[in-house]
């Protein structure tokens, strides 16, 4: 099922995702027009995607996702919203109310504004964070959207996604204006690896300060599976012609996908290691302390953040619930968005390993240099 003609919203389109969502777009659909929504757009960035846009119309709304205003403008005539933006913080810089205010109260201001302006589809991009793992550090192991798991989110991050999460998924079936009836879904892609990941890139840099020999922060027994890009991407993708395919969308609607690929099973910390061992890097054979005193360690900061909190604000450059993450095994498949949404990686584990390590090659110089000048 196509989507040429149709109008589309992205949000968080200056990003990670949402840039790589919209290029896919651009390659793969005739739209009427694509309206990138984002707090802030680098120059470069649009005027990249206006040199290949071809026919399909680009139009920029730079602002914050709390102004209903901008979201109205946004949304109208527009038949799809892809929902891409949010804050991630996964050791406590950001504030609880501010994490809230853009990932919760942000997404629910956007569900109106689609039902006020008869926007028929609402595609949200959740995380695997809202699944767990749980502060026991209970495994799952190739598991699914059915897999029971008992879960209690300690990350305001996580929080906040799994309420913005539930707030989409109960807007299914809400009736627009126009008498027609919303239908939305949400995406939990694993970690999303590729061209252009900060995350990656701050690995790589504490790497060059320690000598090229990256930290390890996980067991290699902690295995899970990253997903590349450019397939999260085309997950969206499929999700959107799904939702408009009259007989996939009331399967589709109202339900959760998991979104992964083919990259082997692994550790967070040997992943790092295997897309930059060609760059001349190595690892760690053990974390720097065990790991139950390195949980003893973020048990007394953490104890010390409280303390603190009346009079200061320090954030613990790691926790608990974020070194439980880093240490267990936690994967799942993708048979559910290949039966319902027809979603097949497009990049196989050796195309998005060699697309990954190229890029943080090219990045390598201006790190050391950067590193080197500090």
Request: glycine content about 8%; aromatic content about 8%; proline content about 5%.
């Amino acid at each position: 099922m196509s989507l040429r003609g149709e109008v589309c919203v992205v949000t968080g389109a200056g990003g990670f995702l949402g840039e790589r969502l919209v290029r896919l777009l651009l390659e793969e659909e005739r739209l009427a027009e694509i309206r990138l929504l984002d707090k802030h757009f680098r120059p470069q960035l649009t005027q990249a995607l206006e040199d290949c846009r071809g026919e399909t119309k680009v139009s920029v709304f730079e602002g914050d996702i709390s102004d209903s205003n901008l979201l109205r403008r946004a949304c109208q005539g527009a038949s799809l919203v892809f929902h891409t933006a949010s804050l991630i913080d996964v050791i406590g810089t950001v504030e609880y109310s501010e994490l809230h205010g853009v990932n919760v109260k942000g997404t629910q201001l956007l569900l109106e504004m689609c039902v006020q302006e008869n926007v028929a589809s609402f595609i949200y991009t959740s995380s695997i964070e809202v699944a767990g793992p749980n502060p026991r550090g209970d495994p799952i192991i190739n598991g699914d959207e059915d897999t029971p798991y008992t879960s209690s989110l300690k990350f305001p991050y996580s929080r906040t996604k799994e309420e913005a999460e539930r707030v989409t998924l109960q807007a299914q079936h809400e009736v627009l204006q126009n008498g027609g009836r919303l239908a939305t879904c949400a995406l939990r892609p694993m970690y999303i690896y590729g061209e252009g990941c900060r995350f990656l890139l701050g690995h790589m840099a504490d790497g060059i300060k320690n000598g090229d020999v990256l930290y390890r922060t996980s067991l290699p027994e902690a295995r899970v599976n990253p997903v590349y890009v450019g397939n999260a991407a085309l997950g969206h993708l499929q999700a959107a012609r799904s939702l408009k395919d009259p007989q996939k969308r009331g399967t589709v609607g109202g339900n959760i996908y998991y979104i992964a690929d083919d990259t082997p099973p692994v550790s967070y910390s040997d992943f790092n290691h295997t897309v930059m061992s060609s760059l001349g890097f190595r690892i760690q054979e053990r974390h720097i302390l065990p790991l139950p005193l390195l949980y003893l360690i973020c048990f007394l900061l953490e104890t010390l953040q409280a303390l603190l909190h009346p009079f200061t604000r320090f954030v613990p450059p790691l926790n608990r619930q974020l070194l439980t993450m880093l240490n267990t095994a936690f994967s799942f498949s993708y048979r559910k968005a290949q039966r319902d949404l027809g979603y097949t990686p497009k990049f196989s584990w050796e195309e998005a390993r060699g697309r990954t390590t190229d890029w943080l090659a090219s990045q390598l110089p201006k790190e050391r240099a950067r590193i080197k000048g500090k």
